[in-house]
């Protein structure tokens, strides 16, 4: 039993949840020239949520006034909107007083497709040079419970509304989708730690199935099992499940208990597209199709999006009802239960994981062997003040599993697979 958390995709680059807002502010690796007529590759979708983010940061975390910036996109917006009306076949449809309106608001301003996007992407990059000059660095925990709050309320927060902070909290798992799946797409599938892992993955497979508890998002593990000719599968149908026997082929049980990146919910009949790994940012940000699900063919333009990100966001208002992750929770308590053997990699025991805790506490046999593996910066020995001491993941552990054998091992897991 092996059970992952955000430090096992930190060798491979892959952005962690608490910074994504780093992310943002990264130099673009291109510098565009605009007047050669040389654009950027971002879509239009990408850099819409892209600014509706950067904006709630500066409104609410920047020193600064940036009321200019919002109203330069709601200007540009609605001026997008109005020609884009003007242009549509059903705009002579509409009374007279309103096509001079929709008129008046479009006339003289020549926002084709190519100005458009120089004008969006130009207020894209304000907003970002503009929040790595603020320096902002805000826990997204403290931000998705407060929309999540917002949301099951239905009250408003300062000045947005409770659908305002709904379409909000969308762009951002959005932006997470899209700069987790970038990341893994650019990784080199060649890094020691994870081929030391993965061999040691596929000759335990080889003698029984192997079971991954990860809270992770990323795809990093199917892509490396694909590479490794390991076969896996996500166990969404069964709440529980037996072990094959030993005369079939052992395979990989792969529970992503917060979701996945290339998983996508449909709003109008709730079944998830799984989509290949390196599709999955592609499927949110494609400008010339819209949304459709794969299983009721429902679908809507961006600004009204029929598919959602399948993932659990960070935050303390956590729920886990769905039945698909019923289905999921159930079979990693199952696969606990059996557990005589567990490693720990590169998760940190966090307080706002109660529920995933709980989970653990109450399935790991006490004669189980525990491994926890971390990096250096979590070795107690390293700080001399008890009080410090006790703040670290270790002291978490011990409180937890107060009658398992539990071993620490604090150089990465690229030595431990050795």
Known sequence: ??????????????PMQSKIIEKMTEEPKQQYDFLSGVLPQE????????????????????????????SAYTLLKHRKQAIDTVLDPKYFSLDKSARNGLLE???????????????????????????????ININLEDIFTSFDKSVKSSEHVHKYTYTQMDEIRYSIMRLFIYYFSKSVKDHSFK??????????????KAKSPVTIITTNWDTLTEEYCTRN???????????????????????????????????????????ITVLDTSKAAESLFEDDKQEYCAY???????????????????TMIKTFSSRVYSNIWGAASAALRKATHVIFIGYSFPLADFDFRYILQKNIPANAQIDVILSNDDDPTQINNANLQRLLPEKRYRDAFPKNNLRFFYNGFSEYFR
């Open 1 to 14: 039993m092996i059970v992952t958390g955000a430090g096992f995709s930190v060798p491979a680059n892959l």
């Open 43 to 70: 879509s239009k979708k990408f850099l819409n949520a892209y600014i509706t983010v950067g904006l709630f940061l500066l409104d609410n975390y920047g020193r600064g006034n940036y009321g200019d910036l919002s």
């Open 105 to 135: 608001i479009s006339r003289g301003y020549n926002l084709d497709s190519e100005s458009y996007y120089v004008t969006l992407y130009k207020l894209k990059e304000h907003i970002r040079q503009s929040i790595k000059n603020e320096s």
């Open 191 to 204: 890094q020691e730690e994870y081929v030391r892992f993965f061999r040691y993955v596929k000759t335990r």
């Open 229 to 271: 000719g390991i076969d896996y599968q996500y166990c969404f149908h069964t709440p529980y499940y037996e072990s094959p026997t030993r005369d079939s082929k052992p395979g990989i049980f792969l529970l992503k208990i917060h979701g996945s990146a290339n998983w996508l919910k449909c709003l109008n009949c709730g079944e």
């Open 296 to 314: 009721c063919g429902q679908g809507k333009p961006y600004s009204s999006p029929s598919l959602q990100p399948e993932i659990i966001t960070p």
